[in-house]
C-alpha cells in the first residue's frame, strides 16, 4: 500500500507509518508529563480504547515506567527462505510403503512390480526421504486432487518418467483400482497405433476433482519427424531445436508439468531408433553436435528457453525439468555383464548435499529460467538395492536391469518431492495453492 507497511504478527491489520510515528510521540510525551505532574496514570484515550490495533497483547501501557525503544514494539521481519529438500538422508520408516505393489494393478506395470517377482527381500519399500533443515509433507492422495482441482498434470520424457507416473496414479488411489477414474487417453490422442506394442501415453481423470494425470514418451523431448511418412522403415529426423509436437499441441491444456530426459542420448538408441539430428531443419553435421553429451546438452537448452518464453503468456502454469535417474550398473552396463546385486539398504554413504550439482545439464539449463528443477539425483544416487536387478516377473536368465526401479520405492519419492515443491516450498507448515 503507499504510504504505509504490512507489518506480520498484527492480525493482518495495514498500520500506517505515520500514525505509528504519531502514536509513539504520544507515549513519550505522556511519559515526561506524569514525570513533571505526578498523579494517578493517564487513561487511555476512550477513541483508541477499544481499537484492535491498541488490545494487542504485549503493547505497553500508556503510564509504563520504563517505555521500550520503537524497535521493540515492531516485529522483527524475517525472511522465509525455501526449503532446500534435495539436502537430507533416507530414514527407516514402519508406515510404508504408501500403497501395495501386488494391488495397484490398473496403474503399475507388471515388470516393475517387484512384489511379483522372485525377490524375497523388501526392506527398500520401507525408507523415506528426510531433508536436513525441513519437513518434508506427507503425501495424501485427497490433498493432492484438491489442490490440484480442476488441473492437468503432464508427464513427458522416457521410461523413468513413465514409472514416475505410474507410481503418482497409485499414491493418489492407494493402489486400488478405483473405477471412478476415467481413462481420457483418447482426448490427448493417445490411442495405441496399429501394430504397436502400447500407446505413447495415458490420460487418466478423477471426476470428483476435475483433476487429470497424463504421461506422454518421448526421451528425446525434441520432435521426431520421419523423413518419409510412406516409407515404414523411414529414417527419422530429430529436431533438437524444436520441442517435441505433443508438448508443443497441447501446453495450453497443461497446469504442470514434469519433464525428463537423458538416458536415451547413446550412440546405440539414436542408431536404434533410426534417430538423425537436425537444427534449423536441417542436418547437422558437425563436429560439436555430433558429441551426444553436446546434442543433449543442446536440446535441453532449447526446450526449457522455449518452455521459459511461453509462460510468459500462461502466468500460472508450472514447468519441471526432473533432474537425471541414476544408474547403478556394477562390472560392466547392459549388455556386459553389469549388475546392482546389493538387497542391503543404505550400504554405502546415507547423505546427498545440494551443494554440488548432481545433474549439470539439467540444473544449468533451469538457470535464470521461470521453469524450476526437480532434482531427484542425489537422493536417487543413494539407493542402488532398490533397482528391479535380476528379477523379473517372468523369471529368466538375462542382463540386469539397474535403471529402473522397484515399485513401490524410490520414484514414489520423486511425487513427495514434486508435491512438496508445488505446494509446501519452505517445508510441510507452509503451504501455498495453485490459484485458479
Known amino acids: ?3 504505509g507497511s504490512t507489518l506480520p504478527g498484527f492480525r493482518g491489520q495495514r498500520v500506517s507509518l505515520t500514525l505509528l510515528a504519531l502514536i509513539t510521540t504520544f507515549l513519550v510525551c505522556g511519559n515526561q508529563i506524569e514525570k513533571l505532574f505526578p498523579g494517578p496514570p493517564l487513561e487511555t484515550p476512550s477513541g483508541l480504547q477499544n481499537s484492535s490495533f491498541m488490545s494487542i497483547e504485549g503493547f505497553p501501557s500508556i503510564a509504563a515506567e520504563k517505555l521500550q525503544p520503537l524497535s521493540a514494539l515492531l516485529p522483527a521481519f524475517t525472511e522465509t527462505k525455501a526449503c532446500d529438500y534435495t539436502e537430507g538422508k533416507w530414514v527407516e520408516d514402519s508406515h510404508r510403503p504408501l500403497y501395495s505393489g501386488k494391488m495397484c494393478k490398473r496403474w503399475l506395470s507388471e515388470m516393475w512390480a517387484c512384489r511379483l517377482t522372485q525377490r524375497t527381500d523388501f526392506s527398500y519399500e520401507k525408507y523415506r526421504w528426510q531433508p536436513d533443515n525441513c519437513d518434508m ?6 490433498e493432492f486432487l484438491k489442490r490440484m482441482q480442476s488441473k492437468t498434470l503432464a508427464f513427458i ?11 503418482l496414479m497409485c499414491l493418489i488411489t492407494g493402489g486400488t483400482d478405483s473405477p471412478d477414474v476415467q481413462d481420457v487417453s483418447s482426448e490427448y490422442g493417445l490411442v495405441r497405433a496399429r501394430h504397436a506394442i502400447r500407446p505413447d501415453g495415458w490420460a487418466y481423470r478423477f471426476p470428483k476433482t476435475n483433476t487429470t494425470v497424463l504421461y506422454y514418451w518421448s526421451a528425446s523431448l525434441c520432435e521426431i519427424e520421419p523423413l ?3 516409407n515404414p522403415s523411414t529414417n527419422f529426423a530429430m529436431h533438437l531445436d ?4 505433443f508438448l508443443h499441441q497441447n501446453l495450453n491444456r497443461f497446469d504442470v508439468v514434469v519433464l525428463n530426459t537423458g538416458h536415451h542420448w547413446n550412440r546405440g538408441k539414436l542408431n536404434a531408433n533410426r534417430w538423425q539430428m537436425y537444427v534449423n531443419g536441417q542436418p547437422k553435421n558437425d563436429t560439436h553436435l555430433r558429441d551426444i553429451k553436446s546434442a543433449l546438452n543442446f536440446t535441453v537448452h532449447s526446450v526449457v528457453k522455449w518452455l521459459d518464453g511461453e509462460l510468459n503468456e500462461h502466468q500460472k502454469f508450472r514447468a519441471f525439468m526432473r533432474s537425471l535417474s541414476p544408474r547403478h550398473f556394477f562390472n560392466g552396463d547392459w549388455d556386459s555383464g553389469g549388475s546392482c546385486d546389493n538387497t542391503a539398504p543404505l550400504s554405502g554413504v546415507n547423505k546427498a548435499s545440494g551443494n554440488r550439482a548432481h545433474d549439470p545439464v539439467s540444473e544449468n539449463a533451469v538457470k535464470g529460467t521461470r521453469v524450476e528443477l526437480l532434482d531427484i539425483t542425489g537422493s536417487s544416487q543413494l539407493r542402488d538395492e532398490a533397482h528391479l536387478s535380476k ?7 538375462g542382463a540386469q536391469d539397474c535403471l529402473h526401479w522397484c515399485l513401490p520405492g524410490v520414484p514414489d519419492t ?6 512438496a515443491q508445488l505446494f509446501f516450498p519452505q517445508g510441510k507448515n507452509l503451504s501455498v495453492s495453485m490459484a485458479s
Open 157 to 167: 520424457g522416457d521410461s523413468l518418467g513413465r514409472q514416475q507416473f505410474q507410481s
Open 391 to 397: 528379477y523379473r516377473f517372468r523369471a529368466k536368465d
Open 414 to 419: 520423486w511425487n513427495e518431492l514434486l508435491f
Open 228 to 230: 518419409n511418412h510412406s
Open 1 to 3: 500500500m503507499k504510504g
Open 242 to 245: 524444436r520441442p517435441a509436437w
Open 137 to 142: 509433507p506427507e503425501f495424501e492422495g485427497q
